[in-house]
């Protein structure tokens, strides 16, 4: 038996059993425990989501708006029950939001092996995408297939809303939540498997060698103000990349992001959040374009904290413009290791007091990766036990892509700040769906 801190309590863990929270006797049923969270709100200082109004959720939700759901169709009927009114959406179970199969979205005509044939590189060529195709070629019913699935799969989440999983196993499979417009949204304790898009568009002229795209985010953010997002897991559940096929001679990727946060999205606080076994995890920041960033200037303000990052490729996150203070987060480096950190357009990153574990072969120099030329803050961090100067070991393993300490702010919205040594023990432990105390 060992013991480890969790959200300031001692907790004893059994190699291969569930952590016990100790002086705490029997087992509350799940329902009991659900109640417990639904008026939970952010508490004060706990990152940008903190700022200002704070971020409650639906925690003033009256009994008519506080409702169980046990399948997509229910948690949809939910979501628009009463417009923004406070409201309380308890998930109960795995909810499948992929929909009966991805031939019941297909648009009347839609045939694949046709799609393969006419946008062949060999047949197309490499030097123009395919936007500009009509309506009744391959691709305008690649499209409209797509539209169907978009309808299916996409969930608006209101203002005002809370949105948790009752006991250790809820969650969904194959939603994608857009959180865009809107303020004060809470989402907890909830497994999420990754969307699966049927209908990935190939882009000839991306890279060399071209691309299949994908949509659906796990969570979009944006535009929108105040939003929770804790105690999730986000993975690719039953479909990694590694069991994704290849056309082209490039992976037809069906995978988007697991959480996204873009246009002048404000005030965003990850806490205790699992992501594992994905690509391309989170974006902050979608473009660098004069219209993205008249949009994004001043905003774009997000806290990870106590997350655990593990077997990603790349963007943990990836950031534009904004002032995101990252800490106190462990990050796990497997199997394709690309980056963590992506430094991008004007960024301002505080990325303190976290830990790293690296195998071997994979350096330090990696965690980082310099996009443009934005100075960061990178102070107390740990690579295998060991404080590593995060900025010094990357420009020294990275010829050319110097990267400039300081980012410019001081985080001030944080609660209780652990030392980066215990980071494993107490992230691993504690973060993820089912964890909550």
Request: hydrophobic share 35%.
């Amino acid at each position: 038996m060992r013991t480890q801190k969790c959200h300031g309590r001692v907790i004893a863990s059994l190699v291969g059993c569930t952590a016990l929270v100790l002086g705490v006797t029997g087992t509350a049923s799940a329902h009991a425990q659900a109640r417990d969270l639904d008026r939970q709100v952010l508490g004060a200082n706990d990152g940008w989501g903190s700022y200002g109004t704070g971020t409650t959720g639906g925690a003033a939700a009256d009994a008519a708006h506080v409702h169980t759901v046990t399948d997509w169709a229910g948690f949809k009927a939910a979501l628009a029950d009463g417009g923004s009114a406070p409201k309380i959406i308890r998930v109960e179970g795995t909810i499948d939001a992929d929909g009966p199969s991805c031939a019941s979205f297909a648009a009347p005509g839609y045939d694949f092996d046709t799609y393969l044939k006419t946008y062949d590189p060999a047949v197309w060529g490499r030097d123009k995408n395919l936007d500009g195709e009509p309506d009744d070629s391959p691709e305008g019913l690649r499209r409209a297939s797509e539209a169907n699935q978009t309808a299916y799969v996409e969930a608006k989440i209101p203002a005002n809303t809370t949105i948790v999983g009752i006991g250790k196993d809820a969650g969904f499979k194959g939603a994608s939540l857009q959180i865009k417009g809107v303020d004060n949204v809470i989402v907890r304790n909830l497994a999420f498997e990754s969307p699966l898009d049927c209908f990935p568009q190939w882009d000839p002229t991306d890279t060399a060698d071209g691309n299949w795209n994908s949509e659906y985010d796990t969570a979009v953010i944006y535009g929108s103000t105040h939003v929770w997002m804790d105690h999730n897991t986000f993975t690719d559940g039953d479909h990694p990349d590694s069991s994704l096929p290849y056309y082209y001679g490039r992976i037809f990727e069906q995978h988007d992001g697991e959480v996204d946060i873009v246009k002048g999205a404000d005030y965003v606080t990850a806490s205790w959040n699992v992501f594992e076994n994905h690509d391309k995890t989170i974006l902050i920041g979608n473009s660098d374009s004069a219209s993205t960033a008249a949009v994004d200037r001043g905003h774009l303000k997000v806290t990870f904290h106590h997350n655990l990052f593990s077997n990603l490729v790349e963007r943990a996150p990836r950031v534009r413009f904004g002032q995101v203070d990252s800490y106190n987060n462990h990050f796990v480096a497997k199997d394709g290791y690309g980056y963590s950190y992506g430094i991008g357009m004007e960024s301002q990153l505080v990325a303190e007091h976290n830990a790293f574990t690296l195998p071997d072969g994979v350096g330090a120099g990696l965690i980082l990766k310099k996009w443009k030329d934005s100075p960061l803050t990178a102070d107390d961090n740990y690579v295998n036990g060991e404080l590593t100067d995060l900025i010094a070991v990357h420009n020294a393993e990275v010829p050319g892509e110097v990267l400039r300490s300081g980012a410019g702010w001081t985080p001030t919205l944080r609660t209780k700040v652990d030392p980066a040594e215990a980071i494993p023990g107490i992230v691993d432990h504690c973060a993820g769906v089912g964890r909550l105390g």
